[in-house]
Every structure is written in structure tokens, then in C-alpha cells.
């Protein structure tokens, strides 16, 4: 026969059997109050919204960026223990991992969402291959007083590939000797040179105006 117990003297097996009984309906009870503890692994805080950030961002191809997704509850607590599961609306522009690391596959744009608890957050991807090369055609021309020359710029990539869609900016060096417009159109103001200037992206190409008079 078992041992009995020197305090209570139960025999020691009934003792075992009334503890395990006790923690299985201290965890039934858990369950049923909805606690949140590393036992039950179970989200208590209702999720009230997701925040991606940053809200937009561009990449090139082969490019990558860190998205970052904050969950709040309605009180506006971060809630760090819910899982977050991302997404691309557009995988052939770009695809994100679990961990909100976008990757850039091709020229577009793509939404990428991050969502928990039943709610959701989003970001703007734009994937676009940057311009290395600005080449203005004609590179130097000669023009006289108040007539009009149309120059050309072609954007390229760094394999030589020419980019379209492109937002240019013209600027003239020499104002008072020949303007240009925004689409490139340059007109002879008074003799001398100017330097035409265009840039997208932060290059920059350039061509240089003569400018005869018109005697």
C-alpha cells in the first residue's frame, strides 16, 4: 500500500491526481476568461488599427525597402504580441516578405497592406528604374534673335535603355541671351551663348545655344 501522507494523510496518489485535476481547471477557467499569458498564447486586446510606414516609398528594380507595421488597441497601446500578416496587391511589380522587406521586380506601382486582429494598414510602393543618362539632341545648335529651336531630351537608364514618362525641368544659364521652355522649346533672345539645362531625378543634361543676331 502507498505511503499516507504525514500532514493530511491522504495517500500520496490521490494527492498527485487532485493537483493535476486542479491545474486543468485553473486552465479551462483561463480559456474561458479570455486571459492573455504565455499558457494560453491567446490575444486579449482587440486590435483597433495598423499603421504602415513609411505610407510611401520607391525602389528600383532589384531594390528593396523595410516596412514597418504598428498595431495599436483603441486606447492607442502598441500591441506587440499580434501577428502581422503582409501582402502585395501586385507581385510582378514588387512581392514583401513576412517580415514587411519589400522587394522590387519591375516598373509600377503596388499596394502593399499589412493586417492583424482583423484590421489593416497600407503603404504606396512605385518600383521605377532610375535615370544615369540625359542626352539633349541637338548638343549645340545656332539660332538667331527671336527664332524658335525645339531640343530633345532622352533619358537612359545605366544600361543605355531609354526611359520614358519622365518629369523634365528646362532651365536656361543665360536667360537674356535665350529662354527655353518646359517642353524644350528654346528661343534667341540677343547674341551671345547660353547653356540650356534639363534635369529629372537628380541628373542632368545640358546643350549650348549660339545666338546670332539678326542683322
Known sequence: MAPACARCRWPRAALIRLTVLSSQLIGLAALACGVDDASTGLDSEP???VTVTPP???IAPGGRAQLHASVRDGAGTVLTEHVVTWASTNE???TVSESGLVSGLSDGATVVTAASGGQSGSATVTVRT????????PATAVISVSENLELVAITRDRDG???TGRQLVWTSGSAEVAT???SGIVTGIAAGTARILVTTEGEKGSALI????AD
Request: hydrophobic share 55%; net charge negative; glycine share 0%.
Open 47 to 49: 486590435v483597433a488599427t
Open 56 to 58: 510611401v516609398t520607391r
Open 92 to 94: 510582378d511589380v514588387a
Open 130 to 137: 532610375a535615370v544615369e543618362v540625359i542626352e539633349i539632341r
Open 161 to 163: 535603355n531609354v526611359l
Open 180 to 182: 527655353v521652355s518646359q
Open 210 to 213: 549660339t545666338v546670332l543676331s
